[in-house]
């Protein structure tokens, strides 16, 4: 079986059985990057469910596959990480040969338009959140988080980047003690609420941006922050890379969110993406941009906080001294898999 090292001719042709059929290699180019249920994978597809389920099956019986619960949903993505190198190098050989496939592409911008119905779902969210939602995120986390996050900031002089700033109670908080913070959110309905809030601080400036085409210039922030953002977008990887891109050489990154959890209506209630993170993932994502001495943990849980506990990682970007070393072993690593 593709588990192991292909030895025999039969374990050979086992890993080509898994990766000769047009739907299982169509599945493995989206399921490589995604993590997506039976459902989304029906509907890009444009086959029966019964026989999206059945490549699935035999995917996941090759060790190719692999699948988690949220809530009474499975969601299923390419075992990348756990193949071992002669299955790589069979789904390397596979993924080259179908460079161009027209039909690839046909799938692609149908995962696109998936993937953004699962955004306009977190917007809805924050659209009616707005005048309540400094109440809300207090009474579900509490404050300290906030704190903490602050607390690994960079010096007072620092240009901070607050990203998915909310109502802006952070930028607030944090314009007097620095000498710059730039506030980006997608949201126009917390931009209002956060411009009213920050309106007599000078050093603050608001900006319209999605998490994963952040408009800041490169390397033009000394520390970035991103609080309980992680779980409302599709994809998060993009976002922490965004965050490493506007950091300057040794610049500094915070990520608090959710710790993976199983109250998938309180998922859903909150307009959430995912069950939170676990402290390896959340790790992996920062390492994975490139961040350097990384670290994450789990913070306390507040007495009157009702939503679940929280993680907090940090990170910092390479210095100029690494940074090229750094993207070359990120980009080899990122090409393995």
Not at 254 to 265: F, I, K, W
Not at 273 to 302: K, M, T, W, Y
Request: some cysteine; charged content about 30%.
């Amino acid at each position: 079986m593709i588990k192991g090292a292909p030895r025999t001719p039969d374990q050979l042709l086992s890993g080509m059985e898994a990766l000769s059929d047009p739907a299982r290699l169509r599945l493995l180019r989206l399921l490589e990057r995604h993590e997506l249920g039976v459902a989304e994978m029906t509907d890009v597809l444009q086959m029966p469910q019964s026989t999206v389920s059945r490549h699935l099956k035999l995917l996941m019986d090759r060790g190719l596959v692999r699948s988690r619960s949220r809530g009474t949903t499975n969601l299923y993505r390419m075992a990348v990480p756990e193949l071992p190198a002669p299955a790589r190098r069979l789904w390397l050989v596979a993924r080259e040969q179908t460079e161009g496939w027209a039909t690839l592409q046909h799938d692609k911008l149908r995962l696109e338009r998936r993937l953004a119905e699962r955004q306009r779902d977190s917007q809805a969210f924050f659209a009616g959140a707005s005048r309540r939602w400094d109440r809300l995120r207090r009474e579900l986390y509490g404050e300290a988080f906030t704190r903490a996050a602050l607390a690994a900031l960079l010096p007072a002089d620092a240009v901070v980047a607050d990203l998915a700033c909310g109502t802006g109670s952070v930028a607030a908080e944090i314009a007097p003690h620095v000498a710059r913070v730039i506030a980006v959110d997608q949201s126009p309905a917390m931009l209002s609420a956060a411009r009213k809030r920050t309106a007599r601080l000078r050093n603050v400036e608001l900006l319209r941006g999605d998490l994963a085409s952040l408009p800041i210039p490169d390397a033009s922030c000394d520390a970035a922050l991103l609080l309980l953002a992680l779980g409302y977008v599709a994809e998060p990887q993009p976002a922490v890379d965004e965050m490493a891109r506007i950091l300057k050489p040794a610049g500094r990154a915070v990520v608090v969110d959710l710790l993976a959890h199983d109250r998938d209506d309180f998922r859903r209630e909150m307009g959430q993406q995912r069950l939170g993170f676990e402290p390896e993932a959340l790790r992996a994502l920062l390492a994975d941009a490139g961040f350097a001495h990384v670290s994450c943990r789990e913070l306390p849980p507040e007495p009157e906080a009702r939503g679940p506990a929280l993680l907090l990682a940090s990170g910092a970007r390479p210095s100029a001294k690494t940074a090229v070393i750094d993207l070359a072993t990120r980009e080899t690593r990122r090409a393995r898999r």
